[in-house]
């Protein structure tokens, strides 16, 4: 029983945590990207689209990232190149993002999908209890925590992510110091839709092999959240994403028990318990604050 | 004096029909409101397909004109105001959550012919259509009844409206005129269209010990999750084959397209009238998709209820308890209409506290 919770909120938490690891990044350069949403349903349709149509769920990923990035260049350019505003473009990405879906995934609907496959490595997969939680999970399960470490790596330990940062936090003085600020926010942009794309994918080949429209149902915006609330730190929203899954999860649990809490109640308890811990976890306020990007959102033209 | 009144009624119709027989030289515009996306395979998919019904079969008397993906609630105001506006002769609201916006709309343009779906309140230009799904779900009951090993199945609903009650009281009173101690795990996901939420309830369900799955939530999810796991569940709204080949037994089918092509017929020849229509299996609104992983024996009575429920017998015939036992229905009495639309309490034998 314990076992089968764990699996279910592995997969209820893995879409989350993709996206938010990504927009992470992209928040760390400055750029605040509020179509995660939009990115996410695109890489839904796309992996979909793709596994169906090729027959391959591995591509079908492959295909939900590209999906993302193609979708997160929009915004790139618009917002870096074109210097318009972040939160009215992200906004637009995200609306433009669940109608294109829709338009694209037609034909997909009512079409039963290809489930992406899990690790088998025998005699570890079956060992009792532990075996299935930590052998027997599909790739982007393994790639959302290598993301974790690999982001949280990249972020404090690498001469690259500190000029991330360094642009995330003054670009003035980044780009007088000869730093692309547009460059590494691209970059970062194209990464961050590149994680939505897969948390997307994850939804239509793995979660639920399906496509319907609109299928993300507001898992983009919870991701944005676990990011602000996570502080910027990649394994706090590790832990606000596994948070959100568990309780989402065992509160279907409890209902089935029928431990008689009113199901609105319960139905809100995820989102006011990772605020909750995750407000606790960042009690440190000066820490915080230095851990925001100041440049978070604002325009950045080059002077010349 | 009752034929007068009759004659003075035909005479009405007729001056009606002719008034609106003139303006119906241009194209009559039926305009469809959704709740959810065309595309989530269920109930929405469901109303488009019964629209698509109504051009195949009026071709070019009709234009048709969709929103999907309306809020139930203020923005719904501002669909049916628009689409008023813009000409409708007849405005389906196909939700639950549209009837107070709809009603207000309506009663702002005494012109314009509205209908509304499972809601209980009208106007002289705003009709009710229904369907009378619970005739499926007692099925379903039986069903369930007859093969799960376990006694025991799992119940994944959206939100307390009596729509959805109805829909668990009646399978659990088909379930118990099987098996008495039937019970049933209901489990609340607060929303009528999320996959994912919709799978987890479904492994929370299965998990605890459920082996067979009902859902009144509109996506595929949760009949993917009882393939996997090699158990047995229903499709709702659409049939769900395809998606669940050894697990779906049967689905319940939502047929619109009939009363779409009724009501928009009558507006054509000026006949509409502001009807309270609840079809069910019997005029076909209400379709069961074929019987399948079960036993024979289980599938012949279930085909055999369904033609009692088609002969007119309504499975809420008394007696019927509520779960604290009192007798709300006396032997061979039948539950009104309008008590079902409003029910608002479980019956006995279901272990769950309704939210409020």
Partial sequence: ?304 | MKKLALLAGTALALAVGAVSGASAADKLKACWVYTGPIGDFGYSYQHDQGRLAVEKELGDKVETAYVENVAEGPDAERVFERFAREGCGIVFGTSFGFMDAELKVAKKFPNVKFEHATGYKSAPNMGLYNARFYEGRYILGQIAAKESKKALAGYIVSFPIPEVVMGINAFMLGAQSINPDFKVKIVWVNSWFDPGKEADAAKALFDQGADIIVQHTDSTAAMQVAEERGLKGFGQSSDMIKFAPKAQMTAIVDNWGPHYIKSVKAVLDGTWKANDVWEGIKDGTVHMADYANMSDETKKLAEATQAKIAGGWNPFTGPIADQSGKERYAAGVVAPDADLLGMNWYVKGVDDKLPQ
């Fill in chain 1, 1 to 304: 029983m314990l076992e089968a919770i764990i699996l279910t909120i592995i997969t209820a938490a893995t879409p989350l945590l993709l996206a938010a690891v990504g927009e992470l990044v992209v928040e760390k350069s400055g750029v605040l990207n509020l179509g995660v949403e939009g990115m996410m349903v695109m890489g839904a349709v796309a992996g979909f689209a793709v596994t169906v149509s090729t027959g391959s769920p591995l591509l079908g990923i492959v295909g939900g990232a590209v999906a993302g990035v193609i979708v997160s260049l929009l915004f790139a350019f618009v917002t870096l190149t074109l210097v318009a505003n972040q939160v009215a473009s992200g906004l637009a990405l995200t609306l433009f993002g669940l109608g294109l879906s829709g338009l694209m995934g037609e034909s997909f609907v009512g079409q039963p999908g290809i489930k992406l496959a899990s690790l088998d490595i025998p005699g570890l997969t079956t060992l009792p209890f532990v075996g299935k939680v930590l052998f027997g999970q599909d790739i982007l399960v393994y790639l959302s925590f290598a993301a974790v470490f690999g982001v949280s790596w990249f972020l404090n330990r690498t001469r690259a992510g500190l000029i991330l940062r360094a642009v995330g936090d003054n670009h003035a003085s980044a780009h007088a110091l000869g730093y692309s600020v547009i460059g590494v926010r691209y970059l970062a942009v194209m990464f961050g839709g590149a994680m939505a794309g897969l948390g997307g994918a994850y939804l239509s080949v793995a979660y639920t092999p399906l496509w319907v429209e609109n299928m993300t149902a507001g898992r983009g915006w919870i991701a944005l959240a676990l990011v602000v609330f996570a502080s910027w730190m990649p394994w706090r929203a590790a832990i606000g994403a596994y948070l959100f899954g568990a309780v989402t999860v065992l509160q279907f649990h409890a209902q089935a028990l029928g431990i008689g809490f009113p199901s609105q109640f319960l139905a809100m308890l995820p989102y006011l318990a990772t605020v909750i811990v995750l407000v606790a976890i960042s009690g440190n306020r000066r820490a915080t604050l230095f851990n925001t990007p100041s440049s978070l959102g604002k325009p950045f033209v080059p002077d010349r």
